[in-house]
């Protein structure tokens, strides 16, 4: 009977290319990361792309191009790999604080600071007490506002107000308070007034509005201070909000100033009588 060589029916892995080896036609190596297939049968045939004894049956790609093996290109704690116009790339590590930036389409990516103009430097709350003080200004600002939610008193009709802290952190009281608000108020039983002014003219404080212990009758207040750290000017005041008590809706708006020319470092919130309680307050710098 006549026999048929009919040669490897399967490739024949041989693992990493030895020249000392002999192949077979259909044995398989590996080099450099690709792998051949043995088209000739010979011994000490160095591997390549094309030649008499080798075909190639997969080749690596260029390393940090195809996702195969990025560490020739992230080489560092923090980089960053994207696609620019000819394949991956790194973004190495920003400097501490900065945000990722997109440069829109057709742009690459880039590292930016940011903007510091306007800032929140805190929040709080306080319980029930008699004044609540913060001192938050510095002279990265000249203006400060301050959001208040949740103003509310021990009983109906506790009386809130504000005054400035002196550079030891402590409210200054004297009488250089000046300011005049407008507003009304409406009640549950349809009364009214409009118009009403609150003046407090060489005054111990500056006022706010009434505010209740009722969880529905709180104060909400929008403060803007300005240039409290200069002590060549006055420190100017812009109060919009209100308050609520005994089913009175209070409205309260206006501005003063602290009569003398002293630097300020925060604010002292007081109840007149009684106790108050702040549930919420923000505080933001702007430059």
Not at 85 to 94: F, H, N, R, V
Not at 116 to 126: K, Q, Y
Request: net charge negative.
């Amino acid at each position: 009977m006549a026999t048929i060589n009919l040669g490897a029916i399967k490739f024949n892995w041989k693992g990493a290319y030895n020249s000392s080896t002999s192949y077979a036609v259909d044995d398989v190596v590996s080099s450099g990361g690709n792998s051949y297939v043995c088209i000739q049968a010979h011994s000490n045939q160095a591997v390549g792309n094309a030649t008499a004894y080798w075909n190639i049956m997969s080749s690596a790609g260029t390393n940090g191009t195809n996702g195969t093996d990025l560490t020739s290109t992230l080489t560092t704690q923090g980089d960053i790999l994207y696609r620019d116009g000819s394949g991956l790339a790194k973004l190495g590590a920003g400097t501490s604080g900065q945000v990722l930036q997109t440069g829109g389409s057709g742009a690459n990516p880039s590292w930016t600071n940011v903007s510091s103009d306007f800032v929140r430097l805190g929040f709080g709350s306080s319980g029930m007490t008699s004044s609540i003080s913060i001192d938050f200004f510095t002279t990265d600002y000249d203006i400060y506002k301050v959001f208040v939610t949740g103003l509310n008193g021990s009983s109906p009709g506790v009386e809130s107000a504000l005054r400035f802290n002196s550079s030891a952190g402590n409210a200054v009281t004297g009488s250089n308070y000046r300011g005049i608000f407008t507003g009304g108020y409406r009640n549950n039983s349809g009364g009214t007034s409009a118009g009403q002014q609150i003046s407090d003219w060489d005054d111990s404080k500056m006022s706010l509005s009434n505010v209740s212990n009722q969880d529905y009758e709180q104060g909400n207040h929008e403060i803007t201070i300005f240039r409290p750290m200069n002590a060549s000017v006055r420190t100017k005041i812009i109060v919009s909000g209100g308050g609520y008590e005994n089913n009175h809706m209070y409205s309260r708006h206006g501005q003063g100033y602290y009569n003398s020319t002293q630097a300020h470092t925060g604010l002292t919130f007081l109840a007149t009588s009684g106790n108050i309680a702040i549930e919420h307050m923000e505080v933001y710098g702007i430059k």
